[in-house]
């Protein structure tokens, strides 16, 4: 416990969905977490939900200075970075390539892939020096397989990302620094309400909860320096992974 009461965590894109969550189950295992994102009033939300003091900064993982103010930030009111998640990204309700506007597909890549990059490079830059951390990123089973219902912008920006994980991973792995790609099938997050149909209520409760995904990440962020588990899939029982 006295290791855990340690360990600075930053939680990027914890005012919504599944960082949210994963931000307030850590600090209820008594990790230190600060959470950032877009909308200061989403941030405002979790850190009022918390029992445990967190505390939030904005940043616009698109833009590179917005993120670089961000981490001069944590290491200033936190301390050193211990442990990275990244849970930020978006998608839209046109999904195919005949529907998706030029300007959406860049948005949601620039977002979901560019902005995971912004904020590992960051990451990274901090952890070197410290040879060791852990970064996770909140991918999603799009990032395994080409689901249609995810659509092609969605899909693309996570195999990018999925790419970016497993690489980093392998040319960090000499500085100590570990690197675990999750990929959550359906979770009911409010990312959901850009579909175009978006699912019931009875449909949402069957499919996976931002708190099982909570769960998951505070098995791996509590796991020793020595293992490292550089890929997960979570999915919801009954959800097909073909």
Not at 34 to 46: D, F, P
Not at 91 to 114: F, G, K, M, S, Y
Not at 157 to 165: D, P, R, T, V, Y
Request: overall charge positive; aromatic content about 4%.
């Amino acid at each position: 416990m006295n290791k855990i009461a340690e360990e600075n965590i930053l939680v990027i894109g914890g005012g919504t969905g599944m960082g949210k969550a994963v931000a307030i189950k850590l600090s209820q295992d008594g990790f230190n977490v600060a959470i950032s994102g877009r909308r200061a009033e989403k941030l405002r939300e979790t850190v009022d939900k918390s029992e445990l003091k967190i505390k939030s900064h904005t940043v616009d993982v698109v833009d590179r200075i917005s993120v670089a103010q961000l981490f001069t930030w944590f290491e200033k009111n936190i301390g050193k970075l211990d442990i990275l998640i990244n849970a930020a990204g978006i998608n839209t309700a046109n999904r195919t390539i005949e529907n998706l506007d030029p300007n959406q597909w860049d948005n949601l890549v620039q977002t979901n892939l560019t902005g995971a990059y912004n904020c590992v490079r960051e990451g990274l830059e901090k952890m070197r020096p410290q040879k060791s951390g852990l970064i996770i990123l909140i991918n999603s089973v799009a990032g395994k397989r080409a689901i249609p219902l995810a659509g092609v912008a969605y899909n693309a920006s996570k195999f990018g990302m999925s790419a970016l994980g497993i690489s980093v991973g392998e040319e960090e792995r000499e500085n100590g620094i570990r690197i675990t790609n999750i990929y959550p099938g359906e979770v009911n997050t409010p990312i959901l309400e850009q579909r175009t149909n978006p699912p019931s209520t009875e449909y949402r409760e069957k499919i996976l909860q931002p708190n099982d995904i909570a769960e998951v990440v505070s098995t791996i962020v509590k796991l020793p320096a020595r293992a490292n588990i550089p890929e997960l899939v979570i999915k919801p029982s009954k959800q097909s992974f073909v």
